[in-house]
Nanobody, 121 residues
Framework: QVQLVESGGGLVQPGGSLRLSCAAS????????MNWYRQAPGKQRELVAA???????NYEDSVKGRFTISRDNAKNTVSLLMNSLKPEDTAVYYC???????????????WGQGTQVTVSS
C-alpha cells in the first residue's frame, strides 16, 4: 500500500508563514504529479498548487506569488511554503499524488489525512 503523511500545519497570524510537508511511503515505483489541495468549512476542496515529476509547477490564482511548491524526488516528498498568509487561507490542506504502485502494477491516486492551517490574530 501507499501512504501520504502531511505535517507542518498550525495556527499563524496574518502575514506569517508556514511550511507544509508530505512524505510518501510504501510500494512506490514512481510518482507523477504531486499536489496540494485545501478545503475550508462549507466549501469545496480546491487545488492550490501542483508539480509534476519534471518540476513544473502551477498555482491557484489567489496564492500565486505567496505559495511555493517543491518536491524531492529522491525522498518522495513534496512541500508547500506559504508566505503572507491571510485569514482566507484557513483550511484543511491535503497532499495528493499519482503513484505507480509496484505491488498492484497500476497508477493510483492517493490522499493524505490532511493538516489544519488556521490564520488568525
Amino acid at each position: 500500500q501507499v501512504q501520504l503523511v502531511e505535517s507542518g500545519g498550525g495556527l499563524v497570524q496574518p502575514g506569517g508563514s508556514l511550511r507544509l510537508s508530505c512524505a510518501a511511503s510504501g510500494s512506490i515505483g514512481s510518482i507523477g504529479k504531486m499536489n496540494w489541495y485545501r478545503q475550508a468549512p462549507g466549501k469545496q476542496r480546491e487545488l492550490v498548487a501542483a508539480t509534476d515529476s519534471g518540476g513544473r509547477t502551477n498555482y491557484e490564482d489567489s496564492v500565486k506569488g505567496r505559495f511555493t511548491i517543491s518536491r524531492d524526488n529522491a525522498k518522495n516528498t513534496v512541500s508547500l511554503l506559504m508566505n503572507s498568509l491571510k485569514p482566507e487561507d484557513t483550511a484543511v490542506y491535503y497532499c495528493n499524488a499519482d503513484v505507480w504502485n509496484y505491488f498492484t502494477s497500476a497508477w493510483n491516486n492517493y490522499w493524505g489525512q490532511g493538516t489544519q492551517v488556521t490564520v488568525s490574530s
